[in-house]
């Protein structure tokens, strides 16, 4: 999955575009958007146009591969209309989004905490557009046409940790993050709970390479990483992912948890496992929801483990060209990930969700 973007219709100033030409210049590709950037602009409002606004870029073969993919699935089973466009400049955001919403769009979804601030701004404006953030915090008070949806993500980096404490033969588990901030925060805190519930004498790293789009840097912590004797380290950083991946790949019994199964073909011997966070499948489910007539918006989405959405997972093709010892070691351990899962959905269980380093 590599829907690379292509920026399209550079010409006169921002200001003095007709918003009614950027839809229709944009159909079936995502356009670019920076600071300073122009875009053509068009509407079509009795199409019943989706728009996707992603603030990181596409061929990540991850998150925002993954809801593209969905969205263009979805489109052509119901028959509506698309548009994706990478925001790739915070300055541009509340631009894009009015865009979006003077050419009528009738759902536009947006990625990540980044565009909160523009969303919140934006919604009330247009009242007849359904608002999504993927990926953002509760509104208060809340605005009757936006609907927010969480990811309790953190779970499935503490069962990833309950795995890395019987997999690993070191006992040293790193963690790479995009960036500090509480979220990801969250997640190493929680990985590191869930070693430390097998085995308190383990250590864990945490690690942030400053970006979500620094294969390069990625690659340095985790060769590093790896130098100093950690052998399996949870990713957190989107499309920095693929230089950890390509590090692990380079050195034998080196293992990578990382974030999407689209992930699992860039490390067959390497890339043991995903905590899966499927931006795809909750695309998907607030998308088809808001096509409804019965959608309410003025709401918060919590998304955690048994939604489909979250889970920690094996790859199959690590099962099959994997180390046999350390498959096997997989094996012993998958029944205390599972009595983990199940421990948390029943609420015996408790993770905490700490967002102090």
Not at 133 to 139: E, K
Not at 162 to 187: C, Y
Not at 215 to 222: M, Q, R, T, V
Request: include cysteine; charged fraction near 15%; glycine fraction near 10%.
């Amino acid at each position: 999955m590599s829907n690379k973007p292509n920026a399209n219709g550079l010409g006169a100033p921002l200001a003095r575009l007709s918003r009614r030409r950027f839809l229709a210049a944009t159909a079936g590709v995502s356009a670019v958007v920076g600071a300073g950037t122009t875009f053509p602009l068009a509407a079509r409002a009795d199409a019943g146009l989706v728009a996707l606004v992603h603030t990181q870029a596409a061929g990540d073969s991850g998150p925002i591969d993954s809801m593209m993919g969905r969205l263009n699935q979805l489109s052509e089973a119901q028959g509506f209309e698309t548009r994706a466009i990478y925001a790739q400049d915070p300055a541009t955001y509340e631009t894009v989004l009015r865009t979006l919403g003077d050419a009528g769009a009738s759902i536009v979804l947006g990625t990540f905490p980044v565009i909160s601030e523009a969303f919140k701004a934006v919604a009330p404006i247009y009242p007849d557009t359904r608002w999504i953030q993927l990926f953002g915090d509760a509104v208060d008070p809340p605005i009757g046409n936006l609907v927010t949806v969480s990811y309790d993500y953190y779970l499935g980096c503490y069962l990833s940790g309950i795995f890395a404490a019987h997999v690993s033969q070191s006992k040293q588990i790193g963690f790479i993050g995009g960036i500090s901030i509480p979220p990801i925060n969250a997640d190493f805190n929680a990985l590191q709970a869930g070693v430390h519930a097998v085995d308190p004498e383990a250590s864990v790293t945490a690690a942030f390479a400053g970006s979500f789009q620094d294969p390069a840097k990625g690659y340095e912590i985790a060769s590093q990483m790896f130098l100093d004797g950690i052998d399996y380290i949870q990713t957190d950083s989107a499309a920095t992912d693929g230089g950890i991946i390509q590090a692990a790949n380079e050195r034998e019994g080196a293992m990578v948890s990382a974030l999407d199964p689209a992930q699992y073909p860039l490390g067959p011997a390497s890339v043991i496992g995903v905590v899966s966070l499927d931006f795809g499948q909750s695309l998907h489910n607030e998308t088809s929801a808001a096509l409804g007539a019965d959608w309410q918006g003025g709401r918060h989405v919590p998304t955690g483990l048994g939604s489909g959405v979250i889970d920690f997972l094996r790859s199959p093709l690590y099962q099959e060209q994997g180390p046999a010892a350390i498959v096997a070691r997989s094996d012993e351990a998958w029944p205390a990930v599972e009595a983990a899962r199940a421990g948390i959905l029943d609420g015996s269980v408790s993770v905490p969700f700490n967002t102090e380093l």
